[in-house]
């Protein structure tokens, strides 16, 4: 294609105009093209917005203007500033395109209330658990999924390719196992538990890595940016995905976030002492808020409060007297 040709189809492209041929014709064009994306990627979204107009703007003027009787060394120095303008034109479109077909590619699985299973390109097994988010790339190049939320993994062995789960600020890094990770973006911490084989797991501003077994879990503080690795106690971490409700040595504030994405609901704690109070028992999503609150509150000498979707525990003396 000549330049006029290039231009016209630019105009279209840019306007969101072209026929698919015409669309691949740019594509093509653009791939065709040498250049370096590293200064393009690192401006802002806005910057690269005023870069492209003011560079598609010189380009046009260079193809367009006519001067009188121009000599070669003139047409020489036109033709080379449109080249290299059309070459940088080519590299932040391309960016742009890439960036585009990259995240119409991406595959998303979210859950409001309850769970939801799901099977990945690779064969490996993911339950959702509730305000969830799971999300992959169609094309499945790496085994890289990002995760909000909770879920329950099983994966399917490949040496040759580790499957990573992406986290907030941990990356979780296995071959073929079984885990849990509950990694909600409201939460202080990140918890990834081992049900079988084992995990790596590394925190996003800390080079420490742990290694997880069977029977052990990591849990990363967002706020010292720590891993602690414990033992796993009680039922399996991933007794979620069989409806049972299991609290051990969680605080009021924790048990009553766990309730409100469960039945959601909105729980208020009046008191800011009885958050930090101290919960163990076993339930079952079959019971209604009202029963599980009905017990909780005896064990720390609380009253809770329904109106609709809103709860309201209130304990004014604090924990348990």
Request: charged letters at 25%; a neutral charge.
């Amino acid at each position: 294609m000549d330049q006029e040709q290039i231009s016209r189809l630019l105009d279209k492209y840019l306007a969101g105009a072209c026929t698919p041929e015409e669309e691949q014709a740019v594509h093509e064009w653009l791939k065709s093209r040498h250049y370096d994306q590293s200064q393009w990627q690192r401006m802002s979204g806005q910057a690269q917005q005023e870069f492209l107009d003011a560079l598609y703007r010189d380009v046009r003027q260079s193809i367009n203007v006519k001067k009188p009787a121009p000599d070669r060394r003139s047409i020489r120095m036109t033709l080379r500033i449109a080249a290299v303008g059309l070459v940088l034109l080519g590299a932040a479109l391309l960016y742009l395109v890439t960036s585009r077909n990259d995240k119409a590619e991406e595959l998303t699985i979210a859950t409001t209330t309850g769970t939801k299973k799901a099977t990945l390109p690779d064969g490996s097994v993911v339950i959702l658990n509730a305000s969830s988010q799971l999300r992959y790339k169609q094309s499945w190049k790496a085994r890289e999924v990002e995760l909000s939320g909770e879920a329950y993994f099983d994966v399917q062995p490949n040496s040759d390719r580790p499957f990573v789960i992406r986290s907030g600020a941990v990356r979780t890094r296995v071959l073929g196992t079984s885990f849990n990770i509950q990694a909600y973006p409201a939460e202080r911490r990140i918890a990834v538990s081992v049900i079988s084989g084992k995990v790596a797991l590394t925190g996003e501003k800390s080079e420490e890595k742990i290694l997880l077994e069977k029977g052990q879990a990591g849990i990363y503080d967002r706020e010292d940016h720590r891993i602690t690795q414990v033992r796993t106690e009680g039922d399996s971490p991933a007794a979620w995905t069989e409806g049972k409700l299991n609290f051990f040595h969680m605080t009021l504030e924790e048990v009553a976030a766990v309730l409100e994405r469960t039945y959601n609901i909105r729980i208020s704690i009046k008191n800011d002492r009885t958050r930090k109070c101290e919960i163990t028992g076993r339930f079952h999503i079959n019971q209604s808020p009202a029963e599980i609150l009905e017990v909780i509150c005896k064990t720390i000498d609380a009253t809770y409060k329904i109106e609709g979707e809103n709860i309201t525990i209130d304990q004014p003396a604090g924990c348990g007297r």
